[in-house]
């Protein structure tokens, strides 16, 4: 069984049979231990935050053990690789940006197809990041979705960390952040009072509780990136709300 495969089965059984005490870091050493107390128990949730003044890393949930997360629509790995080919400037001016499975698939197959983008990730040592073959029907080459007896569904799917995402997140600028921002009030989620917020999201087509967030937040005081990664919660837009004030109110003391 390979490193991926591995991750894989560990998403298969965080599903269904583990029990997340979200916040379980060292209280003296985290002040976001108890970042969403909410989150006492049930679906797998991680969160990583920068601070971008004091340079420090905050790890809180699933995101201590560089869980894999099955995502969707999750575009910054794809804007990455894109940057990268372009002198390392990002223009998207010429790519549509909704969050929606046809314009990850024209990004895939912009970039050279699902194996060069796969392999490009591994160079940037996005290790545990891959993007899967569902991406052929959002494209019409096939006509309906894989089932898992079509191809293994460690490669089906996309899977990410929020390690893999918070590295690559932080190779963009705020103005390149703010190109490819989408409006949070499309998620249901609220933006502090006083915050601004940069940020990509993305969610299963038709679905609510599969979510991720990545982005930038500016305050008076503070200035920090933040990735959040959630699967199966029951209300990850309202969860996702709270994360952000917790975090930015202590951010802004």
């Not at 049930?42 to 890393?57: H, Q, R, S, T």
């Not at 997140?169 to 940069?198: R, T």
């Amino acid at each position: 069984m390979n490193h991926f495969t591995k991750k894989a089965t560990t998403i298969a059984i965080s599903l269904s049979m583990v029990i997340v005490l979200f916040g379980c870091i060292n209280r003296q050493e985290d002040p976001f231990y108890n970042l969403a107390p909410q989150f006492n128990v049930g679906p797998p949730v991680g969160a990583m935050i920068y601070d971008l003044k004091n340079e420090k890393m905050f790890t809180t949930g699933f995101a201590q053990y560089d869980k894999a997360f099955i995502v969707y629509n999750c575009n910054l790995p794809l804007y990455y690789i894109y940057k990268q080919e372009n002198d390392n400037r990002l223009d998207l001016s010429q790519v549509q940006l909704l969050p929606n499975d046809k314009t990850r698939a024209e990004l895939i197959e912009r970039l050279g197809g699902l194996d060069a983008v796969n392999n490009k990730l591994k160079d940037c040592d996005c290790k545990n990041t891959h993007f899967g073959y569902d991406y052929l029907y959002d494209i019409g080459n096939s006509t309906e979705p894989y089932s898992d007896n079509d191809i293994p569904s460690d490669m089906r799917f996309d899977v990410t960390t929020a390690e893999d995402i918070m590295k690559l997140l932080q190779e963009f600028s705020l103005s390149e952040i703010d190109q490819m921002a989408l409006n949070p009030e499309d998620y249901n989620i609220s933006v502090p009072d006083g915050a601004e917020l940069y940020a990509q999201f993305g969610k299963e087509t038709g679905k609510d509780n599969y979510l991720m967030m990545c982005g930038r937040v500016k305050g008076k005081k503070s200035d920090f990136l933040i990735v959040v990664l959630t699967m199966g919660a029951g209300n990850p837009s309202y969860d996702f709300t709270e994360i952000l004030k917790t975090v930015y109110e202590s951010m802004e003391k």
